[in-house]
């Protein structure tokens, strides 16, 4: 699959539920209305799916949410697309907020996946309660550590939020190091309608990398994992830094993926509205030669990039759309 702009598609990140156990604040409102459950595709219409994006070029699989490991069986999709490994699809990983970790990390490890995302923005109980809401760190720290013994590779994604964990930065990177992890920083993203302002969120991470280059040694890498950090070396601990610049240096230019909701709808691109009903197409036609050309006649739709931007004066997010139903 090509877009209009030269750019291959070969990476999927599939939201498998937009419900999540957690309310963190720059995510969700406290007092969510979930999607109902006759809307959301099966774990076999997601199966089929993914092997239509896999037949068409598709290396590597993302698993999200919300928080993906709340679905109900939502094993038996990994281990029905872990099974593809090797057969056209490179990668099958994950981003979780890790409450529900320490009991899946074994089987995750045996259906194939090798690496994982897990949403940390602290390591402070307090503060971790604060801005999940409804989440305890002790649960997160225990999938992380079973996920690291099952011999996952773990990623800590850390949203920088100004005044909330902005001064925990340095301790994050150190801890990381200390266990092995590598760390991705994020900027808070304007999607969706929140209770609180993103404009006092913000925190732009051109300021954070000069902060940190005070105490650690960082050099530009040319690691990739398929996704739109740019990574640094850190000299002291052997470990990457990945940054997220959505804000003031958007990765629009080497994009390579798309975003599947769990009721079938294409986004692609996550700051962007237009959007193609797979669902439709996946119910209304059996065979794979239409779904197919439904897939890269939304592929041929790919804008250039986003128009992410915080509105200052309104204090609007860019799009009504949560993070949570495109799945990050």
């Not at 920083?185 to 732009?204: C, K």
């Not at 030669?289 to 439904?294: D, N, P, T």
Request: charged share 25%; net charge neutral.
């Amino acid at each position: 699959m090509r877009d209009p702009f030269g750019r291959d598609i070969t990476y999927l990140r599939v939201s498998v539920t937009d419900r999540c156990d957690f309310r963190c604040v720059y995510c969700m409102a406290e007092d969510m209305t979930f999607l109902p459950k006759a809307e959301i595709l099966s774990l076999e219409e997601m199966e089929r799916l993914c092997a239509a994006f896999i037949a068409l070029g598709v290396r590597k699989l993302r698993i999200t949410g919300g928080e993906p490991l709340v679905r109900r069986d939502v094993l038996r999709l990994f281990e029905r697309l872990g099974s593809r490994l090797g057969n056209g699809l490179d990668e099958l990983t994950l981003t979780t907020n890790g409450s529900q970790l320490a009991r899946f990390a074994s089987p995750l490890h045996e259906a194939g996946v090798r690496r994982i995302n897990v949403s940390l923005d602290t390591l402070r109980a307090e503060t971790f309660t604060a801005i999940t809401r409804w989440g305890r760190i002790e649960r997160t720290l225990d999938g992380i550590f079973a996920a690291k013994a099952a011999g996952i590779a773990i990623k800590i994604n850390m949203v920088a939020l100004k005044e909330v964990n902005e001064h925990e930065i340095d301790a994050m990177l150190a801890w990381c190091g200390e266990h092995g992890f590598d760390l991705c920083l994020i900027e808070t993203m304007p999607l969706g309608e929140i209770e609180g302002d993103r404009t006092a969120q913000y925190l732009p991470l051109s300021l954070v990398r000069a902060r940190l280059r005070r105490n650690w040694t960082l050099t530009a890498s040319d690691y990739r994992t398929g996704g739109p950090a740019r990574y640094y070396d850190v000299g002291e601990t052997g470990q990457k830094l990945g940054f997220i610049t959505p804000l003031t240096h958007n990765f629009c230019e080497s994009c390579n993926r798309v975003r599947l909701t769990c009721t079938g709808t294409l986004y692609m691109c996550l700051g962007q509205e237009d959007a193609a009903d797979l669902r439709a197409v996946l119910r209304r036609e059996e065979s794979d030669e239409a779904l197919h050309a439904a897939i890269l006649a939304a592929i041929a739709r790919k804008p250039k990039g986003h128009d992410f931007v915080i509105d200052r004066e309104h204090r609007r997010p860019a799009l009504a759309r949560h993070m949570s139903v495109t799945g990050g």
